[in-house]
């Protein structure tokens, strides 16, 4: 494991380890999130609709146009409960408060009026009475609310047994009540709550508490309530977790087992809103009776008696997403505990949660370290999928709420920093390893191999390189008379002045060899005009090193210069990594590196420092070039056609070269013919040499002696003009 992996492991576990705190610290943004993700659940599978006995009586907006704004007065309640009764509703279920006295009932209205005998008065009917005795012996729930104001508690109609310790502690708190009117509360047959969702921030009612303690007494639901008036039941049962104090793990009702939170809430499992579930009270109170249709769907059901009219103020969201009457979701109480379909979310939920996201977070950093990206992604990609998968059929089969996010979540980011720590690492490394290439490759190349999709074919493949040998003159006479110090700085002054060029004109250097440097263009990407950009380079390198001469750079005073040789060849040849398997250089082999070495060498047979080969010659036809001769290059059993590099394309164009090859021309057929006007034309090409930057005295002169040179050659490349024309 390298030290970048380590530190990758390192900080992957970190990430995994404060994750893992996180979520077992569960945040409200993380468990808001969680139910977020269990609505979706319940709205892409929501609970089936049953024709179950559960009905609603609906004060909604029909019955307000009938009979008159709300409040109603409670003698018209005690009719409506009178018809539902005669109608054989097995539970009457008011989600409505009766907190304060009928304000018009008869009563109450004459008695604040003037002049008005209070005998009389006492004689007129009491709508609260009236209520009172219509709700004696009947199956009627009545409803409270929570209340910040006084202490007043409702009267308790129901028993409670216990298969442990009193769970006092567990429901949510209750420190007041709405009071209900005397002779109501004590002619209900139950008293519940019609609290939704007391304390909680949310505005979706996703569960229901269906207990509520002052800390020495329990106080039923609504809902639970009247399913214990319609079964006749007077007892609660609940069971308790064995290890756990203060904790609600079932309830029963009679014969049905209502499985609840530890705080004894249940999580609603709804069906959409439906009209079925509705009958307006505009039908019970009708004139002319109740039709038989209602009076069918309202025999043997539990009714809950609410409003749905918008000003009156109940309306809730549900998980559905929709806007729903308050009294809904209790009708929807009970019918779940029909139905016997839950959702709960276990107590080992949190403990798999936590768990999950430490062992996939683990997983991904590994992965991600020590195998690659991609696998990680693979694997993170199908824990997503497994965790989605696993959380929607425990939901679909089981009723099990297990939260997909918090794993799906933790593992993205687990993978996405570790990931990112890779790549950052990664691309250190690569910006090192284009720091100790750029000595090497010109920025343009690269960019190229960088952006470059299987740019650098390694290994030993065969190209066209165009061979570079660049070698000081006279350099054992000059280390000679310097210190070895002085030899070191001379020598890094003028390689690193002449390699530039290298590197400016997309070539590669491989390596430098004492005194010498060995470069090759085309290779690793493919270079455009790589001949033509290597000639290019080596005219650089000639005016620079004559700028360094003439500046004294060297240091060598007393007019002493530096010169060199420079031997240039193009053909195929091996490229790739060579060398030991724990050690190795990219770098060039083959005959034509060879060549190139021997053109190099001789330069000083020549008298010229510029030597190309006629491959070269030939991809490079625009410069200044002339005909060298055919030498016998050592190691070679045909002669090489040389050609001597004497300027640019700019002084190649000009009429002073075109005269100077022409000459050169005649020069060269003389030699060949062994003519005695060679010397003649020799004077003359030596007085046209004289508009060329290079050298060219050394060079005629050697060339009287190298006739052999030109006795066999075939014909000379052309010389091509500017606008394509060629000269021959």
């Known amino acids: 494991m390298t030290r970048a992996q380590q530190v990758g492991v390192i900080v992957g576990l970190v990430i995994v380890a404060i994750l893992t705190i996180l979520r077992a610290s569960d945040p409200q943004l993380m468990r808001q999130a969680r139910e977020v993700a269990f609505d979706e659940y319940q709205r892409i599978a929501p609970r089936a609709f049953q024709d179950l006995p559960v009905r609603v009586v609906d004060i909604d907006e029909a019955s307000l146009k009938e009979f008159g704004q709300w409040p109603w007065p409670r003698d018209r309640m005690a009719r409506l409960v009178d018809r539902l009764s005669e109608m054989g509703a097995a539970a009457i279920a008011f989600d409505i408060l009766f907190s304060e006295p009928d304000r018009l009932s008869p009563r109450t209205v004459m ?174 109170l009708a004139e002319k009776g109740v039709s038989p249709e209602t009076r069918a769907a309202l025999e043997g059901s539990i009714v809950f008696v609410g409003t749905s ?7 809730r969201t549900t998980a559905l997403g929709q806007n729903v009457p308050g009294v809904s979701l209790q009708a929807q109480i009970v019918e779940q505990i029909l139905s016997g379909r839950f959702l709960s979310r276990p107590d080992w939920a949190d403990g798999l949660e936590i768990l999950s996201i430490a062992v996939a977070g683990i997983l991904l950093v590994l992965l ?83 952006h470059t999709q299987d740019a650098l074919r390694l290994g030993g493949d065969d190209r066209e390189l165009t061979v570079m040998f660049v070698d000081i003159r006279n350099f054992t006479e000059i280390s000679e008379r310097l210190a070895p110090t002085a030899v070191v700085t001379f020598l890094n002054t003028f390689l690193d002045a002449l390699s530039g060029h290298i590197i400016a004109n997309e070539g590669t250097l491989d390596k430098f060899i004492g005194d010498s440097i060995m470069a ?158 060679a010397r003649e034309i020799l004077r003359e090409a030596k007085s046209h040499s004289g508009g060329s930057s290079a050298d060219l005295a050394e060079f005629y002169r050697r060339i009287a002696r190298r006739a052999d040179h030109f006795l066999q050659r075939p014909a000379a490349p052309p010389h091509v003009l500017p606008g394509g024309k060629t000269l021959h």
């Not at 439906?274 to 019970?284: E, F, H, L, N």
């Not at 824990?383 to 918090?406: N, R």
């Not at 950052?424 to 750029?438: H, K, N, Q, S």
């Not at 005959?591 to 070269?616: G, H, M, P, Q």
């Open 368 to 450: 991600t370290t020590f195998v690659s990206p991609a696998m990680a992604l693979v694997c993170g990609l199908l824990v997503t999928a497994l965790a989605l998968a696993a959380s929607w059929l425990a939901f679909l089969y089981g009723g099990l709420l297990l939260d997909p996010l918090a794993p799906i979540v933790s593992g993205s980011i687990t993978h996405f920093a570790a990931t990112a720590f890779r790549f950052l690492v990664i691309d250190r490394e690569r910006r090192e390893v284009r720091l100790a290439f750029g000595h090497y490759l010109s920025p343009s190349l690269l960019y190229r191999i960088e």
């Open 309 to 315: 009219a918008a000003g009156l103020q109940d309306i």
């Open 111 to 284: 008695r604040d009026v003037v002049g008005v005998d209070p005998s009389i008065v006492a004689r007129l009917p009491d709508n609260d009475e009236i209520f009172a005795r219509s709700i004696a012996e009947k199956p009627v729930v009545l409803g409270f609310a929570l209340s910040n104001d006084g202490s007043a508690r409702p009267e308790v109609k129901a028993g409670f047994a216990f298969t442990g310790e009193p769970p006092f502690h567990a429901p949510p708190r209750i420190t007041g009540a709405t009071p209900l009117r005397p002779q109501l509360e004590a002619n209900a047959a139950g008293i519940g709550h019609i609290s939704l969702n007391p304390g909680d921030p949310s505005a979706v009612v996703r569960t229901v508490p269906l207990l509520l303690s002052d800390g020495r007494q329990l106080y039923p639901n609504l809902a639970i309530e009247a399913l214990r008036v319609a079964l006749g039941a007077s007892t609660y049962v609940l069971a308790n977790a064995a290890d756990i104090p203060d904790t609600i793990t079932l309830i029963r009702i009679g014969d049905f087992v209502v499985p609840v939170t530890a705080a004894g809430a249940l999580w609603l499992y709804l069906t959409p809103d439906k009209a079925d579930r509705y009958v307006s009270a505009r039908q019970i």
């Open 520 to 677: 090759f263009w085309n290779a690793p990407v493919d270079v455009d005009d790589h001949a033509a950009k290597a000639v290019h380079a080596a005219l650089a390198m000639r005016e620079t090193l004559a700028r360094l001469n003439a500046q004294d750079a060297f240091g060598f005073g007393n007019g002493q210069t530096v010169g060199i040789g420079i031997g240039i060849h193009t053909g195929l040849a091996c490229v790739g990594n060579m060398g030991a398997e724990t050690h190795f250089n990219y770098s060039a082999v083959g005959d034509t590196v060879n060549v190139a070495a021997r053109i190099e060498a001789a330069c000083k047979d020549v008298c010229f420092d510029i030597l190309v080969s006629e491959s070269t010659a030939k991809l490079a036809p625009r410069y200044a070039l002339l005909e060298a001769g055919a030498l016998a290059l050592k190691g070679k059993s045909t002669r090489t056609r040389t050609f001597a590099v004497v300027g640019d394309e700019d002084f190649a164009a000009s009429a002073s070269f075109a005269a100077l090859k022409h000459v050169h021309g005649r020069l060269i057929d003389a030699l060949a013919a062994q003519s005695p006007a």
